[in-house]
């Protein structure tokens, strides 16, 4: 099925450094979203993004938190400054459609975060 | 707000055994509901969703699951379990109006040979 790819798959850096997450989202898909999951604990819905904006934010998609997609490229999350509490599981997912029948999410495998 | 329960965070079986991996959901609106399987260290893969329609709805590998508003439930079965179906089960939801999944807390199915 389609893939959604995630560089890097690890990333280990101290607090208070900037880090960007990279996710190549499905070719034809317009609708993109950033999740968090800590270890041990549930997925929960961080942002989603389209047509240049952000649609959708939770409160844990905090200030220092912001998300782009420059010229079509990657779709990326950037903390800046990160915290001890950014250290979790990251995932990108893509989809075709917002609402309806046809609005899956195809997810990429991941960027382990762990800030020291 | 919408929430989601999966009320088992374990469950073993043998190959060839049947499962039901249970979901429960709070909602009051439309809803669309899904069901994802993540093995370890990959993302999550779609397995089926349920909209509108036939309640009982067919997945890959097998899979299938069944809406029923009126328990507020939407459990995932297979027949037959293979060992490759070992990985942790994530049912979501998401209201109609909007794109935002919601996620249960997820099942690991470990079935043995």
């Known amino acids: 099925g389609p893939k959604v790819l995630q560089i890097p798959s690890h990333q280990i850096i101290d607090m208070g450094q900037m880090v960007t997450l990279n996710c190549d989202p499905v070719?034809?898909?317009?609708?993109f979203y950033w999740y968090k999951q800590i270890l041990g604990q549930q997925m929960e819905f961080l942002v989603n993004f389209y047509n240049g904006k952000v649609m959708e934010k939770s409160k844990l998609f905090k200030d220092q938190f912001s998300v782009e997609r420059p010229d079509g490229s990657y779709f990326t999350l950037k903390i800046q400054p990160t915290a001890l509490e950014d250290s979790a599981v990251y995932f990108c997912a893509s989809g075709r459609d917002w609402g309806g029948n046809y609005a899956e999410q195809f997810f990429g495998p991941g960027t382990r975060l762990t800030v020291l | 707000t919408q929430t989601v329960s999966q009320s088992d965070a374990h469950v073993t079986v043998f190959e060839g055994d049947s499962v039901e991996l249970r979901c429960n959901y709070s909602?009051?609106?439309?809803?669309?509901l899904s069901w994802y399987i993540q093995h370890h260290g990959r993302g999550l893969q779609f397995l089926l969703k349920?909209?509108?329609?036939?309640?009982v709805v067919q997945g890959v590998n097998g899979f299938e699951a069944e809406f029923s508003k009126s328990d507020s439930s939407f459990h995932l079965r297979k027949a037959s379990v293979h060992w490759s179906d070992s990985a942790v089960y994530f049912c979501?939801?998401?209201?109609?109006?909007?794109?935002?999944?919601?996620f249960g807390g997820g099942t690991r199915l470990t079935v043995r040979p």
């Open positions: 070719s034809n898909h317009l609708y």
């Open positions: 349920y909209y509108s329609g036939n309640p």
């Open positions: 909602y009051g609106g439309s809803i669309y």
């Open positions: 979501a939801v998401r209201n109609n109006a909007g794109a935002k999944l919601t």
